[in-house]
T-cell receptor, first 112, second 113 residues
Framework: GDSVTQMEGPVTLSEEAFLTINCTYTATGYPSLFWYVQYPGEGLQLLLKATKADDKGSNKGFEATYRKETTSFHLEKGSVQVSDSAVYFCALRNTGGFKTIFGAGTRLFVKA | DSGVTQTPKHLITATGQRVTLRCSPRSGDLSVYWYQQSLDQGLQFLIQYYNGEERAKGNILERFSAQQFPDLHSELNLSSLELGDSALYFC????????????FGPGTRLTVT
């Protein structure tokens, strides 16, 4: 079945460091890929998405490129801030699919 | 604020009991999704309703049931509760039934003692 694997956390970085959170997927067909962010005590928010191969999703300085050849959708940010501390979830939804498959989540701590 | 509301925010109950969680979708959204988030299982899709009809089922236990009412709010009923049912339960909504962005509510934290 479809699945998403993302790097285990926690990831601890200093402010202004470069961030990469790895995400790979297994799916039949042509899934849409997403990154969600969950701040403490809140629900998930869509951070960015990509719906086809080679698309780049971007938002709030974060970006991720849909790589079909490596089945990956790694999240990157050039300079993290303390306010980026949260749990990040990679997810996929297959074409015509009703459900979204989430990765286990990666907790990010950013130190001032 | 996503526009999705969930009540109650916290719920503490005993094993064997039954609880009802409530979700109101964003205005105009026809689909409601329920998810369970626990430390050991991560975020698991439970069930989806679209305009009052069940659309998709995920890892939902037989002790759990849900429905969506004519005003589009949804309720998730959890019965014969076990310690392992302690988790955060999220509701999400979207405009359509497939391939639409989901907006998540703040969740209901259920603690079974």
């Amino acid at each position: 079945g479809d699945s998403v694997t993302q790097m285990e956390g926690p990831v601890t970085l200093s402010e202004e460091a470069f961030l990469t959170i790895n995400c790979t997927y297994t799916a039949t067909g042509y899934p849409s890929l997403f990154w969600y962010v969950q701040y403490p005590g809140e629900g998930l928010q869509l951070l960015l998405k990509a719906t086809k191969a080679d698309d780049k999703g971007s938002n709030k300085g974060f970006e991720a490129t849909y790589r079909k050849e490596t089945t990956s959708f790694h999240l990157e940010k050039g300079s993290v801030q303390v306010s980026d501390s949260a749990v990040y979830f990679c997810a996929l939804r297959n074409t015509g699919g009703f459900k979204t498959i989430f990765g286990a989540g990666t907790r990010l701590f950013v130190k001032a | 604020d996503s526009g999705v509301t969930q009540t109650p925010k916290h719920l503490i109950t005993a094993t064997g009991q039954r609880v009802t969680l409530r979700c109101s979708p964003r205005s105009g959204d026809l689909s409601v999704y329920w998810y369970q988030q626990s430390l050991d299982q991560g975020l698991q899709f439970l069930i989806q309703y679209y305009n009052g009809e069940e659309r998709a089922k995920g890892n939902i236990l037989e002790r759990f049931s849900a429905q969506q009412f004519p005003d589009l709010h949804s309720e998730l009923n959890l019965s014969s509760l076990e310690l392992g049912d302690s988790a955060l339960y999220f509701c999400a909504s979207s405009v359509g039934d497939t391939n639409y962005e989901q907006y998540f509510g703040p969740g209901t934290r259920l603690t079974v003692t």
